[in-house]
């Protein structure tokens, strides 16, 4: 008993708590990464016209990635959806440096309304378009592991 | 027994865990609040985007030029049947054809009111409107829409011909491919420009009321829609070559009871050209 709490006063259990939490962060990290490079290619091909994004499906002569990033759907209120996607992962990357509850939940918020927003678009490519954009469904994933890992990462923060 | 310096400070540490288990609790039932709050949040921003983008360019976001058009459009042709690539009619006793180019800006000037001016400065006769509302709205004759592809040659993109003139056939599937023509007509880029992307033709589409735009997007995969811009623009070619002017766009053909008109290549000298070759034929 003594010795436990000897163990406990000497602060021995939280390194183990650290190194999880550290690991979440470490796989936001990579993930949020991966997800600016992406967004930062799709950013680019979108502002320079380029219609040959490297995809599985055609549909008339034209590479159904960019019949997505092209059509109706691939810009908000006039700003390109690449370049929303592009902010998120700039926005969650820079939450990681913020310490305490509020980068934390920051970070979940941001991963979440980007999971939404995704879920939408890819919604729309599937019963609207009717076409796949590999490209737009591997950040949907990308939001999707980072609304998961943000959210655990907030929630087991404090337990 | 314990003594009562014990019992006390039994008591005051039981009092401190107590203090420490309800500071947790309220710690965590913040967390979850905040957590809540945050979820919150982020689907009133989710909600939002959503509501902006399903409006894609309906009425909230279009320029001044689309509602312009919209409103010209929808008021020329509302009552008209249409069907297919045909305006007017079915029995209509004169058939006018138009071998038309959606990017050409001849086919513009015939096509949009003199209101409009296309970007090569070129501005609208107010014809094509007319023979609508003098011929086709009385059940006089019908018009006809082909392809024939001439400025859209032009376009960097080798595939914009195919996919606007075939995105107007499949509006045409839903009794709507004069809709679509006359909106591009009167929403025209520049020639030689590469404006046609995919978000310009679902622009045009969605701006056509009753257009059930998933069934368009589908239809518009339809190898025959494609097909038919071969025979199309081979029937054109060959309509055109009788004139002295040589195959181009627009052409116009008029064939009523009495026969067929000479073809109407490129812009006649008034629109009396139309009401003659009609009366020769009718």
């Given at each position: 008993?003594?010795a436990?709490s000897a163990?406990?006063?000497?602060g021995l259990?939280?390194?183990?708590?650290?190194?999880n939490?550290s690991?979440?962060t470490?796989a936001?990290?990579?993930?949020?990464l991966?997800?600016?490079l992406?967004?930062?290619?799709l950013?680019?091909?979108?502002?320079?016209?380029i219609s040959a994004?490297?995809?599985?499906?055609?549909?008339?002569g034209?590479s159904?990635?960019?019949?997505v990033?092209?059509?109706?759907?691939s810009?908000?209120?006039?700003?390109p959806?690449a370049?929303l996607?592009?902010?998120?992962?700039?926005?969650?990357?820079?939450?990681l440096f913020?310490?305490?509850?509020?980068?934390?939940?920051?970070?979940?918020?941001?991963?979440l309304t980007?999971?939404?927003?995704?879920?939408?678009?890819?919604?729309?490519e599937?019963?609207?378009?009717?076409?796949?954009?590999e490209?737009?469904?591997?950040?949907?994933?990308?939001?999707?592991?980072?609304?998961?890992?943000?959210?655990?990462?907030?929630?087991?923060a404090?337990? | 027994?314990?003594?009562r310096k014990?019992?006390?400070?039994?008591?005051?540490?039981?009092?401190?865990?107590?203090?420490q288990?309800?500071?947790?609790?309220?710690?965590?039932?913040?967390r979850l609040?905040?957590?809540?709050?945050?979820i919150a949040?982020?689907?009133?921003v989710?909600?939002?985007a959503?509501a902006?983008?399903s409006?894609?360019?309906?009425h909230?976001?279009?320029?001044?030029?689309?509602?312009?058009?919209?409103?010209?459009?929808?008021?020329?042709?509302?009552?008209?049947?249409?069907?297919g690539?045909t305006?007017?009619?079915p029995?209509?006793?004169?058939?006018i054809t138009?071998?038309g180019?959606?990017?050409c800006?001849?086919?513009?000037?015939?096509?949009?009111?003199a209101s409009?001016?296309n970007p090569?400065?070129?501005?609208?006769?107010?014809?094509?409107?007319?023979l609508?509302t003098?011929?086709?709205?009385?059940?006089k004759?019908?018009?006809?829409?082909?392809?024939?592809?001439?400025?859209?040659?032009?376009n960097?993109d080798?595939?914009a011909?195919?996919?606007?003139?075939v995105?107007?056939?499949?509006?045409?599937?839903?009794?709507?491919?004069?809709?679509?023509?006359e909106?591009m007509?009167?929403?025209?880029?520049a020639?030689?420009?590469n404006?046609v992307?995919?978000s310009?033709?679902?622009?045009l589409?969605?701006?056509?009321?009753g257009?059930?735009?998933?069934?368009?997007?589908?239809d518009?995969?339809l190898?025959?829609?494609?097909n038919?811009?071969?025979?199309?623009n081979?029937?054109?070619?060959?309509a055109?070559?009788?004139s002295?002017?040589g195959?181009?766009?627009?052409?116009?053909?008029?064939?009523?009871p009495?026969?067929?008109?000479?073809?109407?290549?490129?812009l006649?000298?008034?629109?009396?050209a139309?009401?003659s070759?009609?009366?020769?034929?009718?």
């Amino acid at each position: 008993m003594a010795a436990e709490s000897a163990h406990e006063r000497a602060g021995l259990h939280r390194p183990t708590r650290r190194t999880n939490v550290s690991g979440l962060t470490r796989a936001i990290l990579v993930i949020a990464l991966v997800g600016l490079l992406e967004s930062i290619y799709l950013t680019y091909i979108h502002y320079h016209g380029i219609s040959a994004l490297p995809c599985f499906g055609a549909h008339g002569g034209q590479s159904s990635c960019a019949l997505v990033q092209t059509s109706v759907y691939s810009k908000l209120a006039g700003i390109p959806v690449a370049l929303l996607g592009l902010i998120g992962y700039v926005t969650i990357l820079a939450t990681l440096f913020i310490r305490g509850e509020l980068g934390r939940a920051a970070a979940f918020g941001v991963a979440l309304t980007g999971f939404g927003f995704s879920a939408y678009l890819t919604y729309r490519e599937i019963f609207t378009l009717k076409e796949i954009c590999e490209w737009c469904v591997g950040s949907a994933l990308m939001m999707t592991a980072l609304t998961i890992l943000t959210a655990i990462r907030y929630l087991r923060a404090g337990s | 027994m314990a003594s009562r310096k014990e019992q006390k400070e039994q008591a005051r540490a039981a009092r401190l865990a107590q203090e420490q288990q309800a500071a947790e609790q309220a710690q965590r039932t913040r967390r979850l609040q905040i957590f809540g709050g945050v979820i919150a949040l982020a689907v009133v921003v989710i909600v939002a985007a959503i509501a902006i983008s399903s409006g894609g360019s309906t009425h909230k976001g279009q320029s001044a030029v689309a509602k312009a058009a919209v409103a010209h459009v929808n008021s020329l042709l509302a009552g008209i049947p249409q069907s297919g690539n045909t305006l007017g009619k079915p029995n209509a006793p004169i058939t006018i054809t138009e071998y038309g180019d959606l990017e050409c800006s001849i086919c513009d000037e015939l096509a949009t009111p003199a209101s409009f001016t296309n970007p090569e400065s070129q501005q609208g006769t107010g014809w094509e409107d007319k023979l609508i509302t003098e011929y086709v709205r009385t059940g006089k004759a019908k018009l006809v829409f082909r392809s024939m592809e001439t400025a859209s040659s032009s376009n960097p993109d080798a595939n914009a011909f195919t996919q606007q003139q075939v995105a107007a056939e499949a509006a045409g599937l839903q009794g709507k491919e004069w809709n679509f023509i006359e909106l591009m007509y009167n929403q025209q880029g520049a020639e030689g420009t590469n404006y046609v992307s995919e978000s310009y033709l679902q622009g045009l589409a969605k701006e056509i009321p009753g257009l059930n735009f998933k069934q368009w997007m589908a239809d518009r995969k339809l190898a025959r829609l494609k097909n038919q811009l071969s025979v199309d623009n081979a029937a054109g070619v060959a309509a055109g070559q009788s004139s002295p002017n040589g195959a181009g766009t627009p052409t116009i053909v008029i064939k009523g009871p009495l026969g067929q008109s000479a073809p109407i290549v490129g812009l006649p000298n008034g629109y009396g050209a139309y009401v003659s070759a009609i009366n020769r034929v009718g």
